[in-house]
């Protein structure tokens, strides 16, 4: 096999589109120069993608692209200026990489990928990039991808909104999702009614009145806002805050039956109980089951509130794996 083939199918460039034609190292050998070019010898505008005649000038660029382990790879190409009758003089189209983009696709892609799950400095380090290119890539994949798909905001039925804090000092972030497509679909500043009035303005009237369901997290500044904008949608409390109700209240009868119980043989029975009556029952030790025993034959109260909270999680995780109106996981 030639090596710049082999360098073509390390690189996962597509050979209908790009053409290898050499390699090089630096003197470091830290850096894998890889020449190459477009399979069409015609250039298009990178801008348009309209055909033109020729490129009146060439310039060598580097595109960073995806790293073979240790090694940093970068794409490098002459390439031509045009002049395109619709956008004037600008760059031609290569086939590896967005116009005025100095990262490949698979580049960019990666980055996004990582920046779903980790923090943007963790990222940029993870990478070797700088801080700020991460934030630059992020917004031109999101709106390459949102540009490439139908509108996000059609056909929604059953929906999700909460908030998610960013930075520091209480800086929030409101989030929509899609449960039946299983994807964010929305995103604004702020945690208020007014962020949610913002998502339905374009979500428009129309559209909002399709609504079947919204899950939220049980703030009053969002359910008032669901009844003003989508009076015909059920509004559904998601799983995590209605169950925290019931760990709250257990733990509340639990510190109550301390207090009353202090210097008794039963309120000795009952300390220490606590994260053992709050684990799941999936996760208790031999020691929590031996806990939990004592509770049951010393204090009937606090094991009432017990089986009350375990039969709530139970239904809960029921109508969680067959779907409670439509709606999975809420």
Known sequence: MRATTLLRQLARLQPQHTVVTGFEFTPDRKVLMVDVRPTT????????????????????????????????????????????????????LVP???????????????VAYKAQGSDRSRVAKDMRVNWETVGNIVTRVVDRLRA???????????????????????????????????????AG?????????????????????????????????????????????????????????????LDEVRRELVRELKGTPEGKAIKGTRWSLQRNEINHTPKDKERISTVMETNAPLYRAYMLKTMLVWILSTSTIRGVGGLKGA
Not at 96 to 110: I, K, Q
Not at 167 to 186: A, L, P
Request: hydrophobic share 35%; net charge negative; charged share 30%.
């Open 41 to 92: 010898r015609t250039p298009y505008c990178g801008s348009c993608l309209r055909r033109c005649p020729h490129g009146y000038d060439h310039r060598e660029r580097l595109w960073r692209h995806t790293d073979l382990g240790e090694t940093k790879v970068h794409l490098r190409y002459s390439i031509a200026r045009v002049d395109c009758k619709s956008c004037g003089p600008t760059t031609e």
């Open 96 to 110: 590896w990489a967005a116009h005025a983009a100095w990262h490949t696709y698979d580049f960019e892609n990666l």
């Open 148 to 186: 490439a798909g139908d509108d996000l905001l059609d056909d929604l039925r059953n929906i999700g909104l909460d908030e998610l804090s960013y930075r520091k000092g209480h800086n929030y972030i409101s989030i929509v999702v899609d449960h039946d497509r299983e994807r964010i679909v929305w």
């Open 189 to 249: 500043e702020g945690r208020t009614g007014e962020t949610v009035d913002a998502f339905f303005e374009k979500l428009g009237t129309e559209r909002a009145a399709k609504l079947e369901h919204v899950s939220i997290d049980m703030s009053a500044s969002y359910e008032a806002a669901i009844k003003k904008n989508a009076p015909n949608a059920k509004i559904v409390f998601d799983r995590f805050h209605v169950q925290r109700l019931a760990h709250d209240a």
